[in-house]
Structure formats: C-alpha cells, structure tokens
C-alpha cells in the first residue's frame, strides 16, 4: 500500500506543518510528502498516483478546498482512497464524525482504519462530496475568506460577519430553480443541496443525511424579508427546516437546476463557481474515503 500525504502549504502555517512533517516522519512505514505549488495540483497529485492502479491512500493535508481536490482527482478509481488531514480553518466535511474527528489527527490509526464508498454531487461537472450551495450561502462563502484572515476570528464568526455584509446587499436574487417537481419561479434567497452535513463553519441545514445513501437532500428558501430571514437563520443552521415548510422548501434525492438571467455564485465544497445555469445531481461515480477505526459518522 502506498502512502501519500499532499500538504497544502498555506493552511495551518507554523507549528501545525511541522508537527505533522515530524508524525509522517515517525510512521512505522514508509509515506510520501509533497507540497502544492498552485490551486489544483492536489487534484493533479491524486490523479496521477490512482491512474498508476497500484492500492494508495492519499491524505489531503489542509482544509476542505484541499479534500475537494483529492475527491475530485480520485473519484472512480477503485484502488484508491482519500482522506483529510485537517489543516484548515473549517474542515467541515469532518464535522460529520462528531467528536472523533480529533482522531484525523492521529496518523497511525487513520492509516489503519477502514474506508467506506461516498456519494458525490455533480455541479456542471465540479464533483463535491459534502454541500453544494447557490445563492446568498454561496455568495457568504466566497466572501468568508477575507474575515477569516483577522485577528481573533474563527470560522463561525468569519462567516457571521460575511453573512451580514451580504445581507446588507440584498437578500435573494431571480433564477428559476427545478427540483423534482418543485419549480420555483423568482426571487430566491439560496439553495443547498446535501450529501454531506456541515458548512460554513458549523452550519448544519440537513442533520440526518447520510453521505453514502445514494441520495441528496436539497432546500430552497425563497424570497423572505429580513426580519424573517432573521428568525429562520437559526433554525436552518441546525436542521429544522421541517418546522417551516412553506419558508424552507424540501426535496430528497431529486436533480436540480437552477437558471438565472443574472450571474450566480455556486460553492462546491468551499470552492466557488460562478455562472448563470448549474447542474447539480447525484454523480455516477464515488469516492473511497478512510478514517480511524471506532468513530462513526
């Protein structure tokens, strides 16, 4: 088995790149290190070692934009898996695990655990393995970046503060979205579609949903006044759309598409899309994805 630790350099800078250079040092067998120079040479890095055939196990070592490059580069290749070391000011996708996502950090036990088959979401070919967003979510998590790099701001904080900036512009704008046999026609505030839990720094719109059921979970929220945007925030954040189903509107395992005549902003796992018509569906292909043995999800 192969082992082999993609490092983003710009995520977790200081002591955390070398405690871990000191633990992939320290395994009891032998490990690969390399560092991306660019965007997308993670994607490039897995792709390149699963079209060798040989069994690997790829470690994304950052944040959830470094996962979404390794699941994209490994995504239908039987002999290999991934997983995230967490590096990054979010790591959302492992909020999933609960606690035991502190044991991502433990390198022997994740080389050892087991791996399970993940769903993806497809978005005008992007594949994503937690939550696709368009609308006034994506539109907070492209902006989130800069409030993170202040002082004494976390990840929920960072995404408050952009939240309120983006709110200050306007809440919803006008697309058509076409889920199952829901058709929205007007102004939209967003739209989330699910395979995994979290985003956006611990917001958890779908608490239930599984990432390997073979379905995804979508909301749309239309058009709404602030004041009640305000009070439907919370309970959005974690999962109870179920109480408002004429505000939050819910379908399972349907596609969606989503057409506007002005410019859309999509985040696919952090990353964002722009565009004015996105595609998002269950992907026919998954992704082998491995973690420590005893945590659950």
Do not use: W
């Not at 395994?27 to 079209?51: H, I, K, N, S, W």
């Not at 058509?176 to 839990?197: F, I």
């Not at 005549?261 to 491995?290: C, H, P, W, Y």
């Amino acid at each position: 088995m192969r082992h082999l630790f993609i490092i983003n350099p710009t995520a977790g800078k200081g002591s955390r790149q070398v405690d871990l250079v000191a633990a992939v040092k320290a395994l009891p067998f032998p490990a690969e290190m390399v560092y991306t120079q660019r965007a997308g040479d993670c994607e490039r890095l897995t792709r390149e070692a699963a079209e060798r055939g040989e069994p690997v196990r790829i470690y994304a070592c950052g944040g959830d934009g470094t996962l979404n490059e390794a699941v994209n580069g490994a995504a239908g290749y039987d002999n290999a898996a991934v997983t995230n070391v967490p590096l990054g000011t979010g790591n959302d996708f492992l909020k999933i695990f609960g606690e035991g996502r502190a044991r991502f950090n433990d390198l022997p036990a994740l080389a050892a655990g087991p791996q399970t088959a993940m769903d993806l979401i497809d978005c005008n070919g992007r594949l994503g393995i937690d939550i696709v967003c368009v609308g006034l979510d994506a539109r907070v998590a492209a902006e989130v970046h800069r409030y993170k790099s202040l002082p004494l701001v976390g990840g929920i904080g960072a995404y408050i503060l952009a939240l309120g900036e983006t709110v200050f512009q306007g809440l919803s704008q006008p697309m058509t979205v076409q889920a199952g046999d829901l058709r929205h026609v007007g102004e939209t505030a967003l739209v989330c579609v699910c395979s995994g839990r979290y985003y956006g720094g611990g917001f958890m719109p779908v608490g239930d949903n599984m990432p390997d059921d073979g379905l995804l979970e979508a909301l749309v929220i239309p058009k709404v006044s602030f004041f009640t945007f305000a009070r439907l925030v919370g309970k959005y954040a974690t999962g109870h759309y179920r109480e408002y189903p004429d505000k939050i509107l819910y379908r399972q395992g349907a596609d969606v598409t989503i057409r506007s005549e002005q410019d859309l902003t999509a985040v696919v796992d952090g990353e964002a899309m722009r565009g004015r018509e996105f595609s998002i569906r269950l992907s026919e292909k998954k992704v082998n994805f491995f973690y420590p043995a005893g945590v659950k999800y």
